[in-house]
């Protein structure tokens, strides 16, 4: 059985390679109090919350309604430890308008009391043929962040601006895409 021969040998061989290795590789003392100056800096990113309004929305039996509100719970904070790490956060907001009418979008973030700890407002132009996009990012850092972290719920009052009559047979949607990216630090 000159296959087993050759598996012995081969298994010797790479023993003897794991000794030779091990004997002549190269060691330090390992310094374990590095550990106590260990500093993570994880970095998440998601998604918040997403919304696409059609026209026919702000439209009631043929007459501008103007405009929608919406309250969500929303309390990202709630857990201890992500609430003492946590050293920034970064809001991001796009709007997408492709009606022919102007709008705001505020939202409103509030605390269990439904007390608002913080407007954003985004505004829209109105659309002449072709959707108008804005961006905006908001950043929450030192006593802004603090107050960030009592919210509970956010809320949306989407306005629309004056302008020519909206019909039934007008065509359109306002959406609404946002992300947060949250910068933790942990000791």
Same mark, same amino acid.
């Given at each position: 059985?000159?296959? !087993?021969?050759?598996?012995?040998? &081969?298994?010797?061989?790479?023993?003897?390679? $794991?000794?030779? %290795?091990?004997?002549?590789?190269?060691?330090?003392?390992?310094?374990?109090?590095?550990?106590?100056? %260990?500093?993570?800096?994880?970095?998440?990113?998601?998604?918040?919350?997403?919304?696409? $309004?059609?026209?026919? /929305? *702000?439209?009631?039996?043929?007459?501008?309604?103007?405009?929608?509100?919406?309250?969500?719970?929303?309390?990202?904070?709630? =857990? @201890?430890?992500?609430?003492?790490? !946590?050293?920034?956060?970064? &809001?991001?907001?796009?709007?997408?308008?492709?009606?022919?009418? @102007?709008?705001?979008?505020? &939202?409103?973030? %509030?605390?269990?009391?439904?007390?608002? $700890? =913080?407007?954003?407002?985004?505004?829209? /132009?109105?659309?002449?043929?072709?959707?108008?996009?804005?961006?905006?990012?908001?950043?929450?850092?030192?006593?802004? !962040?603090? @107050? &960030?972290?009592?919210? /509970?719920?956010?809320? *949306?009052?989407?306005?629309? @601006?004056?302008?020519?009559?909206?019909?039934?047979?007008?065509?359109?949607?306002?959406?609404?895409?946002?992300?947060?990216?949250?910068?933790?630090?942990?000791?």
């Amino acid at each position: 059985m000159w296959y !087993l021969k050759k598996y012995k040998l &081969l298994k010797n061989g790479w023993i003897f390679l $794991i000794f030779l %290795l091990s004997a002549i590789s190269c060691s330090s003392e390992l310094d374990f109090d590095q550990a106590n100056d %260990l500093k993570l800096t994880p970095v998440f990113v998601a998604n918040l919350t997403y919304f696409n $309004i059609p026209v026919s /929305a *702000f439209i009631e039996n043929n007459i501008d309604g103007g405009v929608a509100i919406d309250v969500e719970d929303f309390s990202p904070f709630r =857990d @201890a430890f992500f609430r003492k790490n !946590l050293k920034k956060t970064v &809001l991001n907001f796009e709007v997408e308008n492709s009606i022919s009418r @102007a709008f705001s979008v505020d &939202l409103l973030l %509030l605390n269990e009391n439904n007390i608002p $700890i =913080d407007t954003i407002r985004l505004s829209v /132009a109105a659309s002449n043929g072709t959707t108008v996009t804005v961006n905006q990012t908001v950043v929450f850092e030192g006593e802004r !962040l603090e @107050a &960030l972290q009592q919210m /509970a719920q956010v809320g *949306f009052i989407v306005k629309m @601006a004056a302008g020519s009559p909206l019909t039934t047979d007008s065509v359109g949607s306002i959406q609404l895409r946002s992300s947060a990216t949250i910068y933790l630090e942990i000791e």
